[in-house]
């Protein structure tokens, strides 16, 4: 339940520190709780909102009586990949 508020609070600083740098993104792709990352980016959630969603969204995970789960695969071909040397790049123009 705490990793999915701490992994929030990381994403939310790190928007805010490359926001400061004058980075924005051209597109924003998210899965799972990290769409929540992304909302925060697009700017439809707070800070607040974002941890706090993070918050419920792990703590009813980790206390729901939930029959074990599974994840669709799309396919491979779907599947973004960025390498860090592109991450670095964009980064330290």
Do not use: K
């Amino acid at each position: 339940m705490l990793n999915f508020g701490l992994i929030r609070i990381w994403q939310v600083a790190l928007v805010d520190v490359l926001r400061t740098l004058g980075i924005a993104p051209d597109g924003i792709v998210g899965h799972s709780v990290g769409e929540l990352g992304c909302a925060y980016a697009d700017g439809c959630l707070t800070a607040e909102e974002t941890v706090l969603s993070a918050y419920w969204r792990g703590r009813c995970v980790s206390e729901g009586n939930l029959p074990a789960g599974g994840m669709a695969a799309i396919g491979e071909h779907t599947a973004i990949t960025v390498g860090l040397d592109r991450i670095l790049a964009v980064l330290f123009l």
